[in-house]
């Protein structure tokens, strides 16, 4: 066990101690006069996909925007519940409370879905 320890060491410590060499190949203006064309292609190619998935992301984040507002009725019920009781505003405040907290979970689970939502796959 500490042999492997020793050697882990060793190995890490000369890894980060040696320099990385660098590359200047793209730096080169021929290469770069040489894949342009080629990358003018590739991203005329790839535009409508790029459109597509930034108008999915954008849709996905409207939907984001709302359960954050259905997030916002959790501390209105907590004052409802408190302040309102003795008015009837118990029922309501819980109601709130509930739908409240379903927001917050709505909106973690879109948080969670933003890859997927670039794809066209949302909730």
Known sequence: MRRIILILTAVSVLTVALPIPESNAFLDPVTIMILAPIALKAAAIA?????????????????????????????????????GAPFGGLSPGLKNVVKGGLGLGKFVVRTVMIPLAIFGLSL
């Open 47 to 83: 535009k409508p996909y790029v459109l597509r998935g930034l108008t999915n992301l954008g849709k996905h984040c409207v939907k984001m925007g709302s359960a954050l507002l259905e997030f916002m009725r959790l501390p209105v019920g907590f004052i409802q519940m408190t302040l």
